[in-house]
């Protein structure tokens, strides 16, 4: 079975692969592939070289056409490649055909991210989710592990039974990992509901975003506590909670995981438990980087997301960060087509989320600027469920 979790003291580099297609042009692909490279930068790859091709849809043996393949084989030869990734899933067929032809460590943008969690995963619930995400990933792909071991094989205590090949008993024990791994999440997530059953007389509040926006460090100046953060991506894993208190008016603050665009839905499923923080929250903080060329399809992805999980009609923040890059980059010390600006997003915004609990706002978390003004919009909320939804509450 493929370790991901290699911890190999020489450098790993890769080759990057994406394809061009109707839906997706050479912009956009090349926008995947920096989202790639920066993914395998917090994995601790090096990427060394890109490759893209024009095909409306993958190739059903090897995802790339013959003389892309061929390319692809003649770089990571002469430059001794350990891995090639690729932007998209590749099947159970794919990965076999890709590994015998590379004769290299293939992965896809799934099990990149999934390396990634591993990494990060701290505590033993999200150690478990991950672990289980994992292997049920696997499964499906495990005939090219055991390409070499067509032929039946015997031995005492091999099989599971008469006439059983060692890829049959490797599923068999796949199976049993998951249902393991499963009844040991089963049995956390009910101490995490009793534990957030425990907290339902504080106002809950969650930081949601694209990955790498911001979160954990608006969460450390609003908690005013040392809540891990850095420039890669999912620096979070496991929901971080903290009590605030604004305007003599307490609540829960949590810091969850962040979404990204193709996240693995085995992901999004075995992280249900911690993604409870978000469905349970009474108010979102919606932290977009809007520095970012794609901020947009960012606030799309994250949205598609809150909705597949059921938390997409709550009381939404839409915070907007980054905002000090943004003036840099875009508008270079006009601070009055700066406020117009601001204006206009503000406009678009709300225009598009007409809802009334639905507000935006401007921050640079890192330069502390609309700080203050994020905090008395947040404690104006707060405060407006807090007196209604638990009245009683002392």
Not at 157 to 166: A, D, I, S
Not at 178 to 205: M, N, Y
Not at 302 to 312: H, Q, R, S, Y
Not at 361 to 370: H, M, T
Request: contains cysteine.
């Amino acid at each position: 079975m493929q370790n991901l979790n290699s911890t190999d003291k020489k450098q790993e580099t890769a080759i990057l692969v994406a394809l061009i297609h109707q839906k997706q042009g050479v912009e956009k692909t090349q926008e995947y592939l920096d989202e790639l490279a920066f993914l395998a930068a917090t994995a601790g790859i090096l990427t060394l070289k890109t490759f893209t091709q024009r095909l409306e849809r993958p190739d059903i043996k090897t995802f790339v056409g013959k003389g892309k393949l061929e390319d692809i084989a003649a770089y990571q030869k002469h430059h001794d490649v350990n891995l090639v990734i690729f932007d998209d899933e590749l099947n159970a067929s794919q990965l076999r055909n890709l590994e015998q032809l590379l004769n290299c460590r293939i992965l896809d943008r799934s099990m990149l991210i999934l390396k990634i969690f591993m990494l990060r995963a701290k505590t033993a619930q999200a150690k478990i989710q991950v672990e289980l995400a994992n292997y049920q990933y696997i499964l499906p792909r495990l005939t090219r592990l055991w390409s070499h071991h067509s032929r039946q094989k015997g031995g005492i205590g091999l099989r599971g039974g008469p006439g059983e090949t060692e890829l049959e008993t490797d599923r068999r024990i796949v199976r049993d990992k998951i249902s393991l791994l499963k009844e040991k999440l089963e049995l956390i997530e009910k101490q995490a509901f009793t534990q957030r059953k425990s907290r339902e007389a504080l106002v809950r509040v969650a930081l949601v975003g694209y990955t790498n926006v911001g979160k954990s460090t608006l969460m450390n100046l609003l908690s005013k506590s040392e809540v891990f953060a850095e420039n890669k991506l999912f620096a979070t894993v496991d929901a971080t909670v903290r009590k605030v208190v604004l305007d003599q008016t307490p609540f829960l603050l949590t810091d969850t995981v962040g979404f990204i665009r193709k996240l693995p839905t085995t992901l999004i499923e075995c992280f249900k438990s911690t993604l409870a923080e978000i469905v349970e929250a009474d108010i979102l903080l919606h932290v977009i980087d809007v520095s970012h060329e794609s901020y947009e399809e960012h606030i799309e992805v994250v949205n598609k997301t809150l909705a597949e999980i059921g938390a997409a009609n709550k009381t939404i923040i839409l915070v907007f960060n980054k905002i000090d890059l943004y003036k840099n980059e875009e508008i270079v010390n006009n601070d009055d087509a700066l406020t117009s600006t601001m204006e206009q997003l503000q406009a678009t915004y709300i225009g598009k989320n007409p809802q009334e609990d639905r507000k935006a706002i401007f921050i640079s978390a890192l330069q502390k600027e609309g700080i203050n003004d994020l905090r008395a919009l947040l404690a104006k909320q707060v405060a407006k469920i807090h007196f209604t939804i638990y009245p009683n509450y002392h």
